[in-house]
């Protein structure tokens, strides 16, 4: 668990240091900052959803996954999640698009072949390199993510450290059903959801996106049963 630790907690002290900066930075500036940031997302989700093979897979674990999030409000929960931390974090003045934070960073820092490679990794032979790696990846990202989405980006460590937690302590187990394509298609799916929240980003679209999460566990028996 160890690389799990330190990437949460990466993720913390760049959230730290990004809500440092974002006081001295005008509000014209944030809002150039997270378009950038947006556009940068769109180019991140294009990349890793080229990864992806089973065309098929991936247009149904999407439509089923999508009616699945839809049929549980998944994004209207996360809403409401949001606006409950919003009414805590804003007598300190932090509050204001949490959730926005929150799932963006979530998504960005979840989805993706070194989280789950390198969960196995940590899980399996005790090797941590893949996850300090990402750590500090994901600190300087967290640094910009910050600046312009708020403190929502630090509360994405609980949901590195769950999923991340949980894949490492179930390695065994996991290891022979994540196999390189599986992770791939994964990657494929999640990567679109990243692709629509950089959409959402700069405001071209409007995308329920967390509505679509169960999506990318639904790709793994899909890869499976095509």
């Given amino acids: 668990m ?5 990437n949460a907690g990466a993720i913390v002290l760049g959230c730290a240091v990004g809500l440092l900066l974002k006081r001295g930075i005008p509000e014209r500036v944030t809002d150039a900052v997270m378009k950038g940031i947006g556009l940068c997302v769109i180019y991140i989700g294009m990349s ?8 098929i897979a991936m ?15 998944l994004n209207g929960g996360m809403e409401r999640l949001g606006k409950l931390l ?9 509050g204001g698009g949490i959730s926005v934070g929150f799932v963006t960073a979530s998504l960005i820092y979840c989805v993706g072949a070194m989280s789950v490679v390198g969960s196995l ?21 967290a640094i910009v993510l910050t600046a312009s989405l708020g403190i929502g980006v630090g509360l994405s460590a ?13 390695a065994g187990l996991l290891a022979p059903v994540l196999t390189d394509a599986v992770v791939a298609e994964m990657t494929c799916v999640g990567s679109m959801l990243i692709f629509a929240l950089g959409l959402n980003m700069i405001g071209v679209t409007k995308i329920k996106v967390m509505d ?7 790709v793994i028996p899909l890869c499976y049963v095509l």
């Fill in 2 to 6: 160890l690389g799990t630790i330190v």
């Fill in 86 to 94: 919003e009414e805590k974090f804003t007598k300190s003045g932090s």
């Fill in 212 to 218: 679509f999460v169960p999506a990318i566990f639904l």
């Fill in 59 to 73: 247009i149904i674990a999407m439509a089923a996954g999508g009616a699945i999030g839809t049929a549980l409000d």
């Fill in 158 to 170: 609980a949901s590195v450290f769950v999923y991340q937690g949980v894949i490492t302590l179930l």
């Fill in 48 to 55: 890793g959803a080229l990864k992806g093979e089973k065309t």
């Fill in 121 to 141: 990794q940590s899980g399996l032979t005790g090797s941590h390199d893949m996850l300090f790696t990402k750590s500090l990846l994901d600190g300087i990202s």
